[in-house]
């Protein structure tokens, strides 16, 4: 019997452990989170697919309110945390391990380009949201852009509600939410093949990167100084402001 019990601990630390286990408590934590908003006032729409013809994307949170659009994108990271809003990468620290990520600002960035293609009359900018877990320390982030919050899942309504001017209608709220529900991709195989275009599109990424080209815009990267260091930049800059 103990045999069997240290067994049944080992399995269910090693699932505890999974990212898939650790993305559903994030994305649970943030669902009761957002449950505090007013719900006269807010459309919660969460795990969006959406599709502009040519790609598609995954949105893990939307919220559609008076106030305005805010699009969340969860990351569960732990240890120390180091990025700014114009990086390529950012740094995860674990004691003396380190591993660099996509910058999340602009991966939200191609989300709320994504939902701009669907809310084209939508003229105000939308609201990007990192939440990291609870797990990480934000030891050094840099943002300047008004509308870029990088924070823990427990600031989230407190950011989205320290916006007080009145954007939408509650008709407005209800036509743009029923719009995005209408769009959202629900079919398996269609949600499989988005994760796919996701490994194909980094690996295409990589390659480039590797010949020293912009992903881009096809251009040569160049080496640059900036205040942070050496990085290497697009050529065509300032057409294109792609950094690696």
Known sequence: MPFLFLLFMIILAAILKSPAVKGF????????????????????????TLSDGKKTTQIDHVVIGRTGIFVIETKNYKGWIFGSENSAKWTQTIYNSKRQFQNPIRQNY?????????????????????NFTSNSTLK??????????????????????SY?????????????????????IKDPKLKKQHVQTIKET?????RQLSANTCPNCGSPLISRIGKHGNFKGCSSFPTCRFTA
């Not at 008004?146 to 989230?156: A, E, F």
């Open 25 to 48: 408590f994030g994305e649970l934590g943030v669902r009761s989170a957002l449950n505090r908003l007013d719900k006269e006032d807010f459309r919660v729409l969460h795990n969006i």
């Open 110 to 130: 191609s989300h709320i380009k994504m939902l701009e293609h669907y809310f084209p009359g939508y003229k105000q900018p939308m609201v990007s949201i990192i």
């Open 140 to 161: 050094k982030v840099e943002v300047t852009s008004p509308h870029i919050h990088v924070l823990h899942t427990g600031g989230i309504v407190r950011a989205i509600r």
């Open 164 to 184: 007080q001017e009145t954007i939408l209608s509650k008709p407005a709220i209800a036509a743009f939410a029923d719009h995005l529900e209408k769009a959202n």
């Open 202 to 206: 980094q690996q295409q990424k990589k």
